[in-house]
Each structure stands twice: as structure tokens, then as C-alpha cells.
């Protein structure tokens, strides 16, 4: 199997007291609302320990820019790498739109080939967002991602949580397929799972520390999301800011983490203590 990655008018960097930048306040931001806030408090701490607003970040299988053009918002240079053309042009398109083009440049390859193809040791910060469910070898991926990190820097990683689906195939009612998940080696439920690889909390901070990074925090992310009845969650009165504090109140309890549908690990190099 290959490894894909899935999926210039210049801004002002926002005012610190400013309100804080972030995708759009919507079901949508379900799914990243705490990658987010997690995210840019790293940011924050790394250009502040730094001394610099601005910083290079790398975003590894970036596709269309939903955290690219966020952060690129922030007053950041960010690199997309991603192997679908029509997702670069998406890109290039979404970051005209926000006015952040001349900070967000898109580059066409892979996890494997990484250094083919970006500089390495050249970021600050690297996102690996949704990529090492796809890659043959996760632990090339995250040392690939740690490579292109600078002496001070941080790493990003979100990934499937196997604990997630294998609650949402038993909520389903397929328990069969949720035992299959439990017990495969790769975390999946079937011939038909659309997911090559699932990773538990313990497996991704390992990933994270063999790489040589310490792991700054850990956070479950969609933990009741994708549970909760849509219906529920588009038509109650405030449902989806009452979501959202709960999800940002469950995402650092270990407890959580197990029952999570994606996994976010903060990686940081030995150097960036201060960041």
C-alpha cells in the first residue's frame, strides 16, 4: 500500500487581546474545536519562547487547509504537503479566500518521501493530522515529522482512537464487528472498515518518545460528538456550545481517552521546555 497523506496579501498577526482565531463555531468545530485550542496555545508558547511572531510550520497531509489557513491566520508561513493535486488547488483557493496566500504554500508528496521534497529541520512546529492511520510504517511517519523539526520545536499528531470505534460499532448494535476491532492488531472491524490503522493513547505516546520527542499532553478529541444524535445537536438551544465545553472538559482525562474517536498527542522537543 502506498502512503498517502490525506487528507501572497498579507495579514496582520491578530492583537494578543484580541479574540482568539479559530475555525468557525459550528457542528463543524465539534470535530476540532480542542485539537485547536491545544494547537494554538503551542504556538503561542513556542513564538513567545522563540521571540518571534511569526514561525514556519509544516503541515503534513494538509490537504484542502483546515488547519493550514487557521494558522496561517495567526500570522504564521505554513507548508502543506499532501499528494492530491485537487486538494492543493482547494488550498490555494481557501487561502486566497481567507487572505492568507502569500503564508500558506502547497507542496505535492508524501510521508516517505517527506525530505524529497521540504527542508529538514527547518519548522517550528509540524502538524501530522490524520496520517499515520494511512502510511505502511507509522513509525517512519512520526520520525519523518520530527526530522523536519527544528532544536526548539513541536509536533502535533492526531489519529484514530480504536477505543472510539469500537464503541460506536457496539452503540450500532454490530458486535461482532466491535470485538473484531478489539482484537485485530491494526484496530479494525472488518473487510469493509474505511480506516487502515487505529491507535490506542499508549501506542501514539510511544510513537511520539521513540522519535525522541517528551510528550507535553495528551487529549482525547470527539469523545461524545459523534454519539450524540445530530438532531439533537442542530436543533436544542445552545447544544452545541454546551458540546463543546464538554468535550474540552473530558479531552484531558485519561479515563477519556479509551473511548475517544481520534487521539491528539503534543510532542515536544527536548529543547523547547520553555516553549
Sequence with gaps: MSD??????SQPRPHPAAPRSEPSRSRAALRTAVVWDVLQDAL?????????????????????????????????????????PNALFALERRAAEAGVADRVRGVQGDARGLFDV????????????????????PAEGVRNAVGALRADGVLSLL????????????????????RRALDDPDGRWGAGDPVPRRFTAEQLTGLVEAAGLRVGAVHGV????????????????????????LEAAAAELAAFHSVATQLHVLGETRGADGA
Aim: aromatic letters at 4%; charged letters at 20%; one cysteine or more.
Design 4 to 9: 498517502p497523506m490525506r487528507p501572497p496579501a
Design 44 to 84: 503561542d508558547r513556542r513564538s513567545k519562547a522563540a521571540g518571534r511572531q511569526t514561525l514556519d510550520v509544516l503541515d503534513t497531509g494538509g490537504g484542502s487547509g483546515n488547519f493550514a489557513v487557521p494558522v496561517a491566520g495567526l500570522g504564521h508561513r505554513v507548508t502543506v504537503v499532501d499528494p492530491s
Design 118 to 137: 521540504v527542508e529538514r529541520g527547518g519548522y517550528d512546529a509540524v502538524l501530522c493530522h490524520g496520517v499515520l492511520e494511512y502510511v505502511d510504517d
Design 159 to 178: 489519529a484514530a482512537g480504536l477505543g472510539g470505534a469500537v464503541l460506536a460499532r457496539a452503540l450500532a448494535g454490530h458486535f461482532t464487528e466491535a
Design 222 to 245: 470527539r469523545v461524545f460528538a459523534d454519539l450524540v444524535p445530530g438532531v439533537l445537536v442542530d436543533t436544542e438551544p445552545g447544544a452545541v456550545d454546551a458540546l463543546l465545553k
